[in-house]
């Protein structure tokens, strides 16, 4: 597969340990939904996120028992022997949290803020500029993140007001992606005022539509070399917040734009956080951008695979996978570029199962009963028996060739 060129040139950006920008592949980041003045729940939910592989991990900062439980939840993730990022989202009030908890600002590794939503008029730059102080005080970097939902208002109306004075004949969307990408700019200009260097800026600019995300944010490339994170502001949630997410995010990266990126999926109740973690990753490594996981290769199901073990191992596998990435990347180098098939009857199963590292090719409605594994190609094995020993067999294959292919650090 052709790799994307990455056309939108960068400067490089350190938040911590990663880099962002400057030529670095495109990180993967999200946020937190616990309340952060829970430090151990929060703390918790920063390793899963991180486990699952969220680069960096966002949690919001909005009341003094949040910016107060921050160092300690920097220091749970250090104990657990977790370094992602922690980044501190601000809104209303990050002036006045970052100043008067000077432990939270060092204990942070990134700010995000949001200038729709940082005061009006000169208390709007006094205050940016108060946080853009804080960052240069402890050499920490900053997200420009504009979002459509809270726009700068005087920004909206006076732009509003130019288009119906001068008779630009521009739809009220494409005024407010304009205010869009001309609040970006001129908020890193503000930035850059008050002393923070090229290569502590990133810039997003997040809105709820694909199109209008992926008009915005061609525009904003054009017109800046900062890095720029993706995503849209509210994906929504399953099947529609996944499509919106890999419609918008696809066509921009797939054009070179974009280096990082948070597919923010809203979660069912008692949900799985690591569910946009996993979309991330995976839209990425679509895009043959990044691998992070072995590949998990299975068919939809036809009239042919009336029985469901196909559908129950692949489920097994993926969920096996996903448990024992954290450990498999520590200890096996190149574990996430291993594909796995799991077929259901013998139209592709035999060819998706040789296609891939090691693959099970399951009968399906009328066929022998009989499952052959491939290895690299070849036919390794054949499993029969119950699902629970079909899956206990074949899990014991895909250890066994992780040990064999790729060596223990």
Same mark, same amino acid.
């Given at each position: 597969? +052709?790799?994307?060129?990455?056309?939108?040139?960068?400067?490089g950006v350190?938040? !911590?340990?990663v880099?962002v920008? !400057?030529?670095?592949?495109? *990180?993967?980041?999200?946020?937190?939904?616990?309340?952060?003045? /829970?430090?151990?729940?929060?703390?918790?939910? @920063?390793?899963?996120?991180?486990?699952?592989?969220?680069?960096?991990?966002r *949690?919001?900062?909005?009341t003094?028992?949040?910016?107060? +439980? *921050?160092?300690?939840?920097?220091?749970?993730?250090?104990?657990?022997?977790?370094?992602?990022?922690?980044?501190?989202d601000?809104?209303y009030n990050?002036?006045?949290?970052?100043?008067?908890?000077?432990a939270?600002?060092?204990?942070?590794?990134?700010?995000?803020?949001n200038p729709?939503?940082?005061?009006?008029?000169?208390?709007? #730059?006094?205050?940016?500029?108060?946080?853009?102080?804080?960052?240069?005080?402890?050499?920490?970097p900053?997200?420009i993140?504009?979002?459509?939902?809270?726009?700068n208002?005087?920004?909206?109306m006076?732009?509003?007001?130019e288009?119906?004075?001068?008779?630009? !004949?521009?739809s009220s969307?494409?005024?407010l992606?304009?205010?869009?990408?001309?609040?970006?700019?001129?908020?890193t200009?503000?930035?850059? /005022?008050?002393?923070?260097r090229? /290569?502590? &800026?990133?810039?997003?600019c997040?809105?709820?539509?694909?199109? #209008?995300l992926?008009?915005v944010?061609?525009?904003?490339s054009k017109?800046?070399?900062?890095p720029?994170?993706?995503?849209?502001?509210?994906?929504?949630?399953?099947?529609?917040?996944?499509?919106w997410?890999?419609?918008?995010? !696809?066509?921009?990266?797939n054009?070179?734009?974009?280096?990082? &990126?948070r597919v923010s999926?809203?979660?069912r109740?008692?949900?799985?956080?690591?569910?946009?973690?996993?979309?991330a990753?995976?839209?990425?490594?679509?895009?043959?951008?990044r691998?992070?996981?072995?590949? &998990?290769?299975?068919?939809?199901? @036809?009239?042919?695979?009336?029985?469901?073990?196909?559908?129950e191992?692949?489920?097994?596998?993926?969920?096996?996978?996903?448990e024992?990435?954290?450990?498999?990347k520590?200890?096996?180098?190149?574990?996430?570029?291993m594909t796995?098939?799991?077929?259901?009857?013998?139209?592709?199963?035999?060819? =998706?199962?040789?296609?891939?590292?090691?693959?099970?090719?399951?009968p399906?409605?009328?066929?022998s009963p009989? @499952?052959?594994?491939?290895?690299?190609?070849?036919?390794?094995?054949?499993?029969?028996?119950?699902?629970? =020993?079909? +899956?206990?067999?074949?899990?014991g294959?895909?250890? /066994?060739? *992780?040990?064999?292919?790729?060596?223990?650090?």
């Amino acid at each position: 597969m +052709a790799v994307p060129v990455r056309l939108h040139k960068t400067f490089g950006v350190r938040v !911590g340990n990663v880099q962002v920008g !400057g030529g670095a592949p495109v *990180v993967v980041q999200s946020m937190t939904m616990t309340d952060t003045s /829970d430090a151990a729940g929060t703390a918790q939910q @920063c390793i899963e996120l991180a486990e699952a592989g969220s680069e960096m991990v966002r *949690v919001t900062v909005n009341t003094p028992e949040a910016a107060d +439980a *921050v160092p300690e939840i920097k220091q749970r993730m250090l104990d657990h022997g977790c370094t992602a990022p922690l980044i501190g989202d601000f809104h209303y009030n990050g002036h006045l949290l970052l100043t008067r908890y000077p432990a939270a600002a060092a204990a942070l590794d990134k700010y995000r803020i949001n200038p729709g939503n940082v005061g009006t008029g000169r208390r709007r #730059d006094e205050q940016f500029a108060t946080i853009c102080q804080v960052a240069v005080d402890h050499q920490r970097p900053v997200r420009i993140g504009v979002n459509g939902g809270s726009l700068n208002q005087e920004l909206v109306m006076a732009k509003m007001q130019e288009n119906t004075d001068k008779n630009l !004949g521009k739809s009220s969307e494409e005024v407010l992606n304009d205010c869009m990408v001309l609040s970006a700019l001129q908020s890193t200009e503000l930035a850059l /005022d008050a002393g923070l260097r090229t /290569d502590q &800026i990133i810039i997003s600019c997040k809105v709820s539509r694909p199109r #209008d995300l992926i008009t915005v944010y061609r525009d904003l490339s054009k017109k800046t070399h900062q890095p720029l994170h993706l995503g849209l502001t509210e994906a929504g949630m399953g099947i529609k917040g996944l499509t919106w997410s890999a419609a918008a995010l !696809g066509v921009l990266l797939n054009e070179g734009i974009g280096d990082t &990126i948070r597919v923010s999926l809203t979660p069912r109740p008692g949900g799985d956080r690591r569910e946009e973690v996993y979309a991330a990753c995976e839209i990425l490594q679509a895009l043959g951008l990044r691998s992070f996981s072995p590949a &998990i290769t299975a068919c939809p199901g @036809c009239g042919r695979t009336t029985s469901t073990t196909f559908q129950e191992l692949a489920e097994r596998i993926q969920g096996y996978v996903r448990e024992m990435m954290p450990v498999w990347k520590t200890r096996h180098p190149g574990v996430e570029a291993m594909t796995v098939a799991v077929m259901g009857c013998v139209v592709n199963g035999p060819g =998706e199962s040789k296609a891939a590292n090691i693959g099970i090719s399951l009968p399906g409605t009328g066929e022998s009963p009989n @499952c052959p594994v491939f290895i690299d190609g070849q036919h390794a094995t054949s499993l029969r028996g119950t699902y629970d =020993e079909l +899956a206990t067999a074949f899990q014991g294959l895909v250890d /066994d060739y *992780v040990l064999k292919t790729y060596p223990t650090k």
